[in-house]
């Protein structure tokens, strides 16, 4: 409900984790400025699932995409968290970001892929990837469909001239 962002951002700072894990609930989906800001704010919060949630909100709930988004995403690419590292690359790649491509990288050459580090990579669609994706068949069969998406996504296309 949008009139509630503007009472549920009062609480953004509150010392209750579980009350701000209700704010992050609260501005999902709204694209309203003040609920953009709310949850880039707690993309930094010292609780993980709160991180975890903001991120997931900011990066697959809403289209918009500002600087300031994108720069809240791109500060958890090195999150202790596994999850709200992974919904920041998930949200980097939606918007195209290419600094989500480095730590793609990484993320897809260790011995432990998720599905969203793929998923990612699809989203993305960068050929640098490509390599990395094509060594997962050997081993990785969390979800093949995605993996061949993602393959096919990054495939390098061939330079046409003219």
């Known amino acids: ?12 700072e509150d010392a209750d984790p579980d009350v701000r894990d ?4 609260a501005m999902m989906g709204h694209e309203d400025p003040l609920a953009i800001e709310v949850l880039i704010g ?35 690419l090195t999150d202790e968290d596994d999850d709200a590292r992974r919904e920041a690359m998930v949200g980097l790649a939606r918007r195209k970001d290419l600094r989500v491509v ?7 050459s260790s011995k432990s892929v998720w599905s969203m580090e793929v998923e990612a990579a699809s989203l993305i669609a960068d050929p640098r990837l490509y390599p990395e994706l094509i060594a997962l068949r050997g081993w990785w069969e969390v979800d093949v469909e995605l993996l061949e998406e993602a393959i096919l996504a990054c495939s390098p296309r061939p330079e046409f001239s003219s």
């Open 42 to 76: 707690l993309t930094r919060d010292r609780e993980s699932y709160i991180r975890d949630w903001a991120c997931f909100a900011l990066g697959t709930q809403v289209e918009v995409g500002t600087p300031n988004l994108r720069d809240a995403l791109a500060e958890r």
């Open 1 to 12: 409900m949008p009139e509630a962002i503007g009472p549920a951002a009062r609480f953004r």
């Open 102 to 108: 480095s730590p793609l990288l990484a993320a897809l």
């Open 22 to 25: 209700g704010v992050v609930h």
